[in-house]
């Protein structure tokens, strides 16, 4: 089993910057990439970033590339998300997951292993 801990989110101003992290535990030598998902109010899931386990390859949402960087620290077995200049449609609960498939996807059925997610709340 492998179990996610998402922390880092809060309530910040438009424009402001923000670092989500994701702590893995348990079983998670075989994992391939780990993904951020959000959810927004009434709306669906929407997948934002992933990186593989060795950190060597990096897929971005379209909306959030140049905004948003996704990083790993090995040592740490934690996933970080950095955003940047947030908008109020960036407010959401942000969750990472983790997946066995050796490929890169963005799409939330594909992954094995979820966090309870975090509220990342975006002021105008």
């Known amino acids: 089993q492998v179990q996610l801990v998402e922390s880092g989110g809060g309530l910040v101003q438009a424009g402001d910057s923000l670092t989500l992290s994701c702590a893995a535990s348990?079983?998670?030598?075989?994992?391939?990439?780990t993904a951020w998902f959000r959810q927004g109010p009434g709306k669906e899931h929407e997948f934002v970033a992933t990186?593989?386990?060795?950190?060597?390859?990096?897929y971005y949402a379209d909306s959030m590339r140049g905004r948003f960087t996704i990083s790993r620290d090995k040592v740490k077995n934690t996933v970080y998300l950095q955003m940047n200049s947030l908008k109020p449609e960036d407010t959401a609960v942000y969750a990472c997951?983790?997946?066995?498939?050796?490929?890169?996807?963005?799409?939330?059925?594909?992954?094995?292993?979820w966090g309870r997610g975090t509220q990342v709340t975006v002021s105008s």
């Open positions: 997951a983790e997946t066995l498939k050796p490929r890169i996807t963005t799409d939330s059925r594909d992954y094995d292993y």
């Open positions: 348990g079983r998670t030598f075989n994992m391939y990439a």
């Open positions: 990186i593989t386990w060795t950190g060597s390859s990096t």
